[in-house]
């Protein structure tokens, strides 16, 4: 079994900044890509950013230039920090990895649980 468990969410004011981290643990072989997702009341979930093991970056047009993906293979752990903060990225933000958890199985998707974000003065 494989866990993500996202932390670092919470109320900051426009213009500031925030960092989530998102830390995989169980039974994991390798993780090729790990993401950020975020979902808005009443809206679809969204890919935010996404990062290969390689260190490739895919970012939503919509934060290009204001939030930064990484990640720490050796800690199979992912990152997002968020500067310029904007009320329009309030929303729950869920970490997703794509999990391959022995030598022999397949990759699998998991997800984190989600963390709250919320941009207001």
């Known amino acids: 079994q494989v866990q993500l468990v996202e932390s670092g969410g919470g109320l900051v004011q426009p213009g500031g900044s925030l960092r989530l981290s998102c830390a995989a643990s169980?039974?994991?072989?390798?993780?090729?890509?790990m993401g950020w997702y975020r979902q808005a009341p009443g809206k679809q979930r969204e890919l935010v950013a996404s990062v290969t093991r390689g260190g490739s970056t895919n970012y939503a047009d919509s934060v290009k230039g204001r939030f930064t993906i990484s990640r720490d293979n050796a800690k199979n752990t992912v990152y997002l920090q968020m500067n310029s903060l904007k009320p329009e990225d309030t929303a729950v933000y869920y970490c997703n990895a794509d999990v391959v958890p022995t030598i022999t199985a397949m990759a699998a998707t998991y997800w984190g649980q989600g963390t709250q974000l919320t941009v207001s003065s």
């Open positions: 169980g039974s994991i072989f390798s993780i090729y890509t």
